[in-house]
């Protein structure tokens, strides 16, 4: 781990969402070799714009089942309950994910995380919500910045919108049906598209990564688990809905 290239890339970051212009990326491409560097620097970002704060919410996920998936804190002050309005918030890009929600209902120890397994995932989760993630990103390149540059800069992460908490049951992921309405797009329909298959399948992912220092992860820590709808492109004064049959709608106006 290179110390120095590890802050200059936080420094990059920091001076982005200070002065709200994105950096470039291409000249730090190499400075981070892997996902730990990248990891290192949402800490320095994180405890320049937050210290002390505890992260309730984070985002997991990746492309599939045999992907190494991602996992980044999120900030309090860009979470929000729906309905929600962004208006007043800075963006550079604005990009719309519709996710699912996951809320954990006790404590997870250290050693609880490392012997988790995918099929006893879903015991420790006590509510769910519908999600709206507003991606965004500090870089110039958008998300076509370097994969380690992207996970650094929170896997491209603007605000999280988030639904009313319903209570968690097993359900037939697969034939879920989503809804998402943007006013300038229209509206579009998916159905069973998750690209893991079953949101609960990252918990294990995640957990492990919360305690890799030895900490507990507490009763009530959130994390949203990846989108169900690509990225949809989305504008200012759009107002955006997500919907999913049988667990709730939430809404965004930006």
């Given at each position: ?186 509206a579009a329909e998916y159905r069973g598209t998750h690209p893991l298959g079953d949101p609960t399948w990252l918990l294990p992912s995640w ?48």
């Open positions: 781990m290179n110390a120095s290239s590890i802050q200059a890339v936080a420094q990059a970051l920091l001076h982005a969402r200070r002065s709200r212009s994105p950096a470039g990326a291409a000249s730090l491409a190499g400075h981070l070799r892997e996902a730990r560097d990248a990891y290192a620097v949402q800490q320095l970002v994180r405890e320049a714009l937050a210290p002390g704060e505890a992260p309730v919410f984070w985002k997991s996920g990746g492309p599939s089942r045999s992907a190494v998936l991602t996992q980044a804190p999120l900030f309090a002050a860009t979470t929000w309950p729906s309905p929600a309005n962004a208006q007043g918030q800075h963006f550079n890009f604005t990009l719309i994910e519709a996710e699912i929600a996951l809320r954990l209902g006790s404590d997870v120890t250290a050693a609880q995380a490392a012997e988790l397994t995918h099929q006893d995932a879903a015991a420790r989760v006590d509510a769910m919500a519908v999600a709206i993630e507003i991606v965004d990103s500090r870089w110039t390149e958008g998300v076509d910045a370097p994969p380690l540059l992207k996970l650094a800069d929170l896997q491209s992460h603007g605000a999280l919108v988030v639904g009313e908490w319903q209570r968690f049951e097993p359900r037939d992921w697969a034939t879920q049906r989503c809804e998402v309405q943007i006013a300038s797009t229209g957990l492990k990564h919360l305690t890799r220092d030895g900490a507990t992860v507490k009763a009530g820590t959130a994390v949203t688990t990846g989108t169900w709808c690509g990225m949809l492109p989305a504008r200012r004064g759009d107002r955006v809905s997500v919907t999913f049959d049988g667990i709730g709608e939430t809404r965004v106006q930006l």
